[in-house]
Structures are given as structure tokens and as C-alpha cells.
């Protein structure tokens, strides 16, 4: 009998249950401020998901935090904590500026393969060097890549006063060129004949960051590679015994890692912004970390809660917008979700598991002593 809670209720029922948790505290919070949490609710639903504008944010966000999830997903399996996604994600903005500024392109497939390369370059070799650390060093991850985000700000704050910047007063890129500009979910759904908001600002790295989910599913359950990386986050000790290198795993999986948060610069930098600006990021380094957690560390899982935390951020803003509740209100919501989904998983999962044990369990029925019984037999 396994003392664990079946896979389904883990993957399903866990997150749920944090879900209602956190959503009956945030209806609390609004309520307590004097709104109501019943309107704010529908407010949030009409404005990510009541028409093609708010869906148009709501998946732009969700694309940001499928590359970031993915990418803390692919470390959290090799037992690294890879919190450096903001800093790659900038480094990886860097690269598609350098690519699309000072290279012509003669369409935006061939600028789109491009940028897609230079970003995960940029942001596989970001996070190689904290990578690098920890497998020859001994240097901890999390303080390693934390660090590096602040180099990477530096960085950015650096080409942007300097080499890179356009003239004027802000500190940015010039836009780049027409050619390089990616289609528009507007542009991609008018080819079907589907009327779609040209205002929102998705755009087709949405199945770029879709394509990246299934790849990473393939790698990590139907390579070898993958089982690899999964058996050293299992156990060390066991993976060493049985033959693989942790320095090699340690480094491949914090490059993959990288090269999946500086991919996330082709949906804001070149798809969204057009051009490098400061703060490229928007914070979206530190989301994943939720949504890897919530997700449960499998790309299908990430999916799902990258689509939950895009519709958080659309929904919140309309929040913002329309009712009289501050922005710093609906950071206090997200709060909640991430308290509930990550920090407060065990508090959900162990009373479940307890549940789940005692429905499993039956009454022993007393076992014969061998030594009676074959007495009782002789007789």
C-alpha cells in the first residue's frame, strides 16, 4: 500500500484546493476595503476573457510565463533552484537587439529564427557561468543566479545609456526594422477569417512558447537525456553510482534553462516593444518561479498556470482601471496565489494525503499464529 495521495490528486486536486483557498482570501481582502468581491470577480473574467482585447493580454502574459516556467521547470528536475530567470531574460533581450539591429532581414520568419537563436544563446550563456559555479565550486545556485540578475540590470542599464541607445532622452533601442515586426494574433486570425483585437499585443510566439512546452515534455519523459536529469534530482548519490557525470547534467540543464528564459525577449522585445527598453523582463523571471511550482514542474502543468497568472495580470489590471482598487492591491492578490500554489503547498497536501490513507485503509484481520495452526492440523 503506498503512502502516497494518488498522481491525479496531486496534479488536480492540490492546486484546486490552493486556488479556492486563495481566491475566498482575496474576496476577504476586497471585501475589506469596502468593494465587492462578486463584481471584482466578474470585472476580472469580462476583462481578461470577455473579449478578443483582453484575451490578446491575457495570452501575451501567459507566453512570457510559459518560457519562464519552463525554464525554472527544467531545474527544479535537476534539484536546482534557477531564480536567475529575470537576468537571462534581459541578457536574452540583449542578444535579439544586437541580432535585429545590425543584421538585415528580409522577412520575419528568417528574423524570428533569428532572434529565437541569439536569445537563447545569450540566455543559455548567462546562466552557464552560476552553472559552472556550482558544478566545479560548489557555489549555490540561488545566490549565484539571484546575483546575476542584478549584473544583467547593470548590463542592460549600460548598453542602453551607451552603445545601444537611439538618440533622445529614453533610454531604448531605435525600433527595428519594419521586416523584422512578428505578425499579430490579428494578423494570423483575419487569414481565417476571424475578427481579432489589433490593439492587444500577442503575437505568434505564442506557439513558439506552446512548441517549447511539448519539446521540453519530450525531453524530459522520452529522452534519455531527460531521464538522466530526472534521476540526478531524485537522488545524487544514486545517479553518480549509476554512472552519470553531474557536472555535465548540472551544466546542460541550467543552459537549457537559460536558453528557455532569454527565449521570452522575442514575445516582448521583438514582438510586443519592437525595440530593447529597460526593464524588459516585467517581472516575468520571478512568475515563473510560481508558475513552475504550480505547474508541478511538467510543461502541461506550466501550460495551464502560465494561462492562470496571464489572466491574473490582465484581469488585475482591469481591476486597477475600473474599480477603486489600487495596483498594489491586486500584487497582494497574485501574492495569494503564489502563497497558496508554492509556499503553503504542504499545508494542502499533507491533511490529503491523511485523507487519502485513512479512505485506503482496512481492518487487519488477525493473523493465525504458523506454529497453532499446524498443532490444530496434526490434531
Known sequence: MTDRMPAWADAILVPLISLILAAIFSAIVIAAIGENPLEALNLMIEGALGSTYGWGYTLYYATNFMFTGLAVSIAFHARMFNIGGEGQVLVGGLGVAIILLYVPMPHWTVALLAAMLMAALFGAAWAAIPAYLQA??????????????????????WALVGPLKAPGQEPATTRFAEATHLPTLHDVFSVIGIDWSSAAPANVTLFVAVAACIGLWALIWRTRLGYEIRAFGASEPAAKYAGINPTRIIMISMLISGGLAGMMAINNVQGEAERLVLNAAEGAGFIGIAVALMGRSHPFGVFLAALLFGFLYQGGAELALWMNIQRELIVVIQALVILFTGALDNMIRMPLERMFLTFRRRPDAPKPDAKSTSAEAAE
Open 136 to 157: 566545479k565550486r560548489g557555489s549555490h545556485i540561488v545566490i549565484t543566479t539571484i546575483m546575476f540578475n542584478f549584473i544583467a540590470a547593470a548590463l542592460l542599464n
